[in-house]
């Protein structure tokens, strides 16, 4: 038996990832490089979850020693590490994992890097910030965002997890929304669908054939027969679909009894009535997008995304005639195969008519924008209009905005705040904790003699905190206790649920695919509740 070649290989390993983000997902991962800061527990689990997918290459920032504290709470550093690199030590274990990936170190701390070599952290399409200080995230935070590098923050402080994702733009094709409808134009039959569905007589079927007729088609028929009948309105009521249903059920044949046959595509027809007669409109999402100043105003530097929006949109105002391209497919149903394959046929090629059309204004905007036409690949043409539906747009504000006093979000995080217990709070205990370490050199309730003392210490803090920003609300005293007996802790259990979390939104962003949270994640080991928020 011939033993499975590399690719063979590669998707028996990635098989269970491939079936959710394609080959192309894949491809995008295994040329990324992100630069973790921190081996820390945290660091190590995200880069776990990065590795075992198969990121490209990684590489650990980090100038700290291995403690006994690390080895305590970090699987990926062992007892004989201890008074060693802590990145050049995990990332020798991280490696064996996965023999695909190439893992790098760098035996420095970010706020040296910063200070001599700021550029150091543009050579990655990603970064993701561990455990780091506020005075030195801000900094690197800053260099990215003027880079246009993805900046991903992640923190586990005792049962607290916080995530923000630091990112201008990020463009999303295939978002993998929940529970979406079926593309079928029902309501708005292309001339190809009229004309297939006009070769059907139901009325003149042999048995076989009426049984073995796709739903799709039934539906269209009597559509055709409501609006000729009852009304030039698609059925929009209760009272109006169930009117449309009977007339379905009428249609189904009768024996020599007068009994009803069991015609299960009849019955598939009635069943999908609801979803069927969903009306074909541009979302209110992809409009907003029309109207972005990206698409109305494209330049050189305009991404490839851009260009094909506006392409959208003249297909739209022209070929689409208000609508979008032909998602090109159809649901399983019960039907003989010829039958089946001729419709599949009628929506596929109307689809790659539909592309063609869209491709062809891409095509002028390219040369009008002095870009070659190969810019963009059929493959990305292709995937972008039977996505066009579902594309997303995430703008995140800056960590510089979030931070400053001027231009934090008081309306959101008050808004929050009617629920003393909301995640909200664990975010200002955060922000107090920080401030506490710019005033002190150490966060609050390290060893068990300083808890005591720290309460006030951090009450104060976050009273500071809170006037400074504007914000009239008040946290209850158990969270500056809790607070204070967390001594700034990583406990694994909460490192490992933050890694996991934090390398799904990498993934998110490196492959294009499903929408990543904007802008701030809390996650409390307390209530085992998350949240998500705009700050």
């Known amino acids: 038996m011939a033993r499975p070649g590399r690719a063979g290989l590669k998707e028996q390993r990635y098989d269970r990832q491939l079936r959710l983000w394609g080959d192309h997902g894949q491809e995008a991962l295994e040329t990324a490089h992100v630069c973790v800061i921190n081996a820390t527990a945290t660091g190590t689990e995200i880069l776990k979850n990065l590795v075992l997918p198969g990121i490209g290459s990684f590489t650990i920032v980090d100038g700290n020693r291995v403690s006994g504290e690390d080895v305590g709470n970090n699987f990926f550093l062992q007892k004989s590490h201890i008074g060693q690199n802590r990145a050049q030590s995990a990332m020798e274990l991280l490696q064996e994992l996965n023999s695909d990936v190439s893992g790098n170190f760098v035996e420095e701390s970010p706020e040296k890097l910063l200070d001599n070599d700021p550029s150091f952290f543009n050579r990655f399409n990603l970064v993701v910030a561990t455990q780091l200080p506020e005075s030195t995230l801000l900094r690197l935070a800053e260099v990215l965002w003027n880079s246009n590098i993805p900046l991903l923050v992640c923190r586990t402080y005792g049962l607290v997890g916080y995530m923000r994702v630091v990112i201008k733009e990020h463009t999303v094709v295939e978002s993998h929304p929940d529970n979406t409808l079926e593309d079928l134009r029902l309501d708005k039959p292309f001339p190809e669908l009229t004309e297939h569905v006009q070769d059907y007589d139901l009325e003149h079927m042999d048995k ?101 929006v506006r392409a959208l949109k003249e297909f739209v105002a022209n070929e689409g005639q208000g609508s979008l391209p032909v998602r090109g497919t159809i649901p399983d149903m019960i039907a003989d195969s010829s039958k089946f394959i001729k419709l599949q046929n009628v929506y596929r090629e109307k689809a790659k008519k539909d592309i063609a059309a869209v491709g062809n204004h891409a095509a002028k905007l390219l040369q009008s924008l002095g870009k070659a036409p190969e810019s963009i690949s059929e493959r990305e043409l292709k995937l972008f209009c039977s996505n066009a539906a579902f594309l997303r747009v995430v703008r995140c504000r800056s960590l510089a905005e979030e931070h400053s ?64 920003h504007g914000l ?41 695919q499903f929408v990543i949270f904007n802008n701030t994640f809390i996650y409390s080991g307390m209530s085992q509740t998350s949240a998500t928020f705009q700050l």
């Not at 309730?445 to 951090?458: C, T």
């Not at 969270?479 to 490992?496: I, K, Q, T």
């Open 208 to 308: 076989k054939d009426h049984s073995h007729t796709p739903w799709i088609v039934i539906v269209a028929k009597y559509l055709t027969k409501w609006f000729n009948e009852k009304s030039e309105q698609l059925p929009k009521s209760y009272k109006e679909k169930e009117a449309f249903r009977e007339l379905i059920r009428q249609g189904i044949l009768k024996n020599e009894n007068g009994t009803p046959e069991d015609e299960e595509n009849f019955e598939e027809a009635i069943k999908n009535v609801n979803t069927a007669l969903n009306r074909t409109e541009v979302p209110r999402g992809i409009e907003e997008l029309f109207n972005d100043d990206c698409c109305l105003k494209l330049t050189e530097q305009s991404s490839s995304f851009w260009i094909l």
């Open 405 to 468: 006093p001027n231009s934090c979000s008081k309306d959101a995080i008050v808004s929050h705040m009617d629920n003393t217990d909301s995640e909200i709070v664990l975010y200002l205990m955060l922000r107090a904790v920080n401030r506490f370490y710019k005033q002190h050199g150490r966060y609050p309730g390290v060893y068990n003699y300083q808890v005591e003392d720290d309460i006030g210490k951090l009450k104060s803090c976050l009273t500071g905190f809170l006037q400074e």
């Open 472 to 512: 009239s609300v008040v946290v209850k005293d158990d969270y500056v206790h809790e607070f204070c007996r967390y001594g700034a802790a990583e406990p694994h259990a909460v490192a490992a649920f933050m890694g996991g979390a934090a390398a799904q939104e990498v993934i998110k962003v490196i492959t294009g």
